[in-house]
């Protein structure tokens, strides 16, 4: 059986047991009667969905490929939005918000865990308290079982 996305519009297979799946292509949860070929319910706000995957990425510099970014190491971003969950299962960040480069275009950026708990030492745990305060780019550093990430932190 074949369905389309209510958000997207993206063909969905679904299994005969299959109540609810989510869309491959955009992560929105379809739900669906075994009667019906069509979305029975919207659990997703279409906004925060929107808002979450389409908005364009602050892209950090890569030592491993060799490329730049919109910033380098050493860089200051100041936060716009609260950072939070992503609605969008795409997204492999497990904190996201909003930031403002020094030439004032705004970006979303994807937090890690110890990029959070860095500024959780002079910020706070709350990301609400981070709005309007900067945050540096520290570059990518070996983290936890020496995988490789970019790092975050508050110059003091």
Same mark, same amino acid.
């Given at each position: 059986? #074949?369905?389309?996305?209510?958000?997207?519009? #993206?063909?969905?297979?679904? $299994?005969?047991? $299959?109540?609810?799946? &989510?869309?491959?292509?955009?992560?929105? $949860?379809? &739900?669906? =009667?075994s009667k019906d070929t069509q979305p029975?319910?919207?659990?997703?706000? @279409?906004?925060? /969905?929107?808002?979450?995957?389409?908005?364009?990425? %602050?892209? *950090?510099?890569? %030592? /491993?490929?060799?490329?730049?970014? =919109?910033?380098?190491?050493?860089?200051?971003?100041? /936060? /716009?939005?609260?950072?939070?969950? @992503?609605?969008?299962?795409?997204l492999k960040s497990p904190l996201i918000?909003?930031?403002? *480069?020094?030439?004032?275009?705004?970006?979303? *950026?994807? *937090?890690?865990?110890?990029?959070?708990?860095?500024?959780?030492?002079?910020?706070?745990? =709350?990301?609400?308290?981070w709005v309007g305060k900067e945050i540096?780019?520290?570059?990518?550093?070996?983290?936890?079982?020496? #995988?490789?990430?970019?790092?975050?932190?508050?110059?003091?």
């Amino acid at each position: 059986m #074949a369905n389309n996305c209510w958000f997207c519009e #993206a063909a969905i297979s679904w $299994e005969m047991a $299959e109540l609810i799946k &989510n869309c491959p292509n955009c992560g929105c $949860e379809n &739900n669906q =009667d075994s009667k019906d070929t069509q979305p029975m319910e919207v659990k997703l706000i @279409p906004d925060k /969905v929107r808002e979450s995957q389409f908005s364009p990425f %602050l892209k *950090l510099p890569n %030592l /491993v490929s060799g490329t730049e970014g =919109d910033i380098k190491k050493g860089d200051s971003v100041e /936060v /716009v939005v609260e950072f939070d969950a @992503p609605t969008n299962p795409k997204l492999k960040s497990p904190l996201i918000g909003k930031v403002k *480069l020094m030439n004032g275009e705004e970006k979303t *950026l994807g *937090l890690n865990w110890t990029s959070y708990y860095e500024i959780c030492k002079v910020y706070g745990q =709350d990301t609400k308290d981070w709005v309007g305060k900067e945050i540096t780019y520290g570059g990518m550093k070996t983290m936890g079982r020496g #995988a490789a990430g970019h790092s975050w932190i508050v110059k003091k």
